[in-house]
């Protein structure tokens, strides 16, 4: 039963990152349509990351508050009918309405799936299953390129925003009447309950309020270590969600068709990075390693590798781009994977969704810098430069990471990654 719940979590952030990534697919043709320029696009993609933020900072004590069932519930409605409200946009300014209504609803996606993840499974399966709901989001960045391309195609620009909303709305109704707490779940058989019970970090039902929880986290290293981690080390993410299909476009001189054909094939390498990289952490906490240790240990080799995605810059044929892309984007997945993972690890399961929306919150304000800064560095310069700082910024996020840690004495004297 828990595997279906994991299968639950993973359709939920497929149609959460098909209905994102639907804007940057057609953005080659908004750009006909309503003359939409590069830092007009930026804008509205700061729209949304601002409510993103907003939204990550509060949304996870509400998620705490209501439960996984019914928040996850009100989240997929929300965030479905303002997707499907792009189709009605007809300028700059509307798509910035409505990305802010879709960024309030959108991160109730992963907040609620982190918390079901401490709710239905064990310290070695959490990984594999944050790959998997995780993976459920580059599986709609992966279908996004060549589905929203047809339905333009085929139909219209505003016709594909209204289908994938649509597509979230029934997937409610599926949601809502199938997902229970493991204790009161009916079709759960009492040997897997006993299982899962038996490994939760507690068995607490109090949601502590808000003015107690903050306190115990801002004492906490573990939480600025994944605050700062994922402020610097997420950031490289957003260029590869919203400016792959505009780079091939501009930089390589693609038209939709082209880009629907192979864009989706790097976000399919970052499905690879979502399962592996949560995989084998799991896989080095069965066999003896503390779980922070062994999420760490991957973060260290995606970091490494991630340091040369400068190498795009040179590399001029669309299969050597794709190519780098995609090896780029499933250490960048590999890494977020694990990273994201350490709160479920860290902290008791009453806070977790809590604590996973402000971490989440410092990915978010890195991002937000990033996206007003690739605007502008696109429109004066071209996108070579970004490549250069994107290959710094995992590198320089896992040493913040182990400087903060350094001095907490359970990291410290486990047994090093």
Avoid at 192 to 197: D, V
Avoid at 300 to 317: E, L, P
């Amino acid at each position: 039963m828990r595997w279906l719940i994991a299968a639950l979590l993973f359709g939920e952030t497929v149609l959460n990152y098909l209905d994102l990534q639907t804007l940057s697919v057609v953005a080659p043709e908004l750009t006909k349509a309503i003359g939409l320029t590069n830092v007009q696009y930026s804008h509205i993609a700061e729209a949304f990351q601002i409510a993103y933020l907003f939204s990550f900072v509060v949304g996870g004590w509400i998620i705490d508050k209501l439960g996984v069932r019914l928040g996850l519930f009100l989240s997929i409605v929300w965030w479905s009918l303002a997707a499907a409200a792009h189709g009605f946009a007809h300028s700059a300014h509307d798509f910035v309405i409505f990305r802010v209504l879709l960024g309030i609803g959108y991160p109730g996606a992963y907040m609620a799936a982190a918390k079901a993840a401490s709710e239905w499974f064990p310290p070695q399966e959490r990984g594999f299953v944050t790959g998997i709901y995780s993976g459920g989001a580059t599986v709609g960045a992966t279908v996004a390129p060549p589905l929203i391309a047809w339905l333009t195609l085929a139909y219209s620009w505003r016709d594909a925003f209204f289908v994938t909303g649509a597509a979230g709305l029934l997937y409610a109704i599926v949601w809502v009447l199938v997902y229970r707490q493991p204790s009161e779940h009916p079709w759960l058989r009492q040997a897997e309950k006993q299982y899962i019970l038996s490994n939760r970090q507690d068995d607490k039902t109090r949601t502590p309020p808000l003015n107690e929880i903050l306190p115990y986290l801002f004492r906490n290293r573990y939480f600025w270590a994944v605050v700062f981690g994922r402020m610097i080390g997420d950031t490289p993410w957003i260029f590869y969600v919203l400016w792959i299909p505009k780079y091939l476009s501009e930089s390589k001189g693609l038209d939709l068709r082209a880009i629907g054909y192979i864009a989706w094939i790097p976000f399919l390498f970052s499905d690879i990075g979502s399962l592996a990289g949560g995989w084998l952490s799991g896989w080095y906490i069965r066999h003896g390693q503390e779980a922070v240790h062994a999420r760490l240990r991957v973060m260290r080799a995606c970091a490494a590798v991630s340091s040369f995605t400068f190498a795009i810059y040179f590399v001029h044929s669309v299969a050597g781009v794709v190519a780098l892309m995609s090896v780029m984007m499933l250490c960048v997945m590999g890494w977020m994977i694990n990273l994201s993972t350490v709160p479920v690890d860290a902290f008791p399961q009453e806070v977790v969704g809590t604590a996973v929306g402000l971490t989440t919150a410092g990915a978010i304000i890195g991002q937000l810098a990033f996206t007003f800064a690739i605007g502008h560095i696109v429109e004066a310069y071209s996108f070579g430069p970004l490549f250069f700082i994107m290959s710094a910024l995992a590198p320089i996020s896992y040493g913040v990471i182990r400087l903060i840690l350094r001095k907490t004495p359970d990291f410290a004297s486990s047994p090093a990654d």
